[in-house]
């Protein structure tokens, strides 16, 4: 599963515009995934520049 750690998330909206399955939202100014539609692609994991997004 792969989640958002919000201490590193600095909610540039970067992977949201990248998750092919539009998997990604906002709250409280942090990127969330919506766990019913993330594939674990990975692709957020790739892209973040903060490396927020980690598998668990
Ligand atoms: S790319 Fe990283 S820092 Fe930017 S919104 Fe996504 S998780 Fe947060
Ligand atoms: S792993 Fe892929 S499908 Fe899941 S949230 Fe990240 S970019 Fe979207």
Redesign the pocket.
């Known amino acids: 599963m792969?989640r958002i750690d919000r201490q590193k998330c600095v909610g540039c909206g970067g992977?949201v515009d990248?998750?092919?399955?539009?998997?990604?939202g906002f709250f409280e100014d942090f990127a969330i995934?919506?766990k019913g539609?993330?594939?674990?692609?990975?692709?957020?994991?790739k892209?973040c520049p903060m490396k927020a997004?980690q598998e668990i």
């Open positions: 792969i992977c990248l998750c092919p399955q539009a998997a990604i995934i919506h539609l993330c594939f674990e692609c990975r692709t957020c994991v892209v997004p």
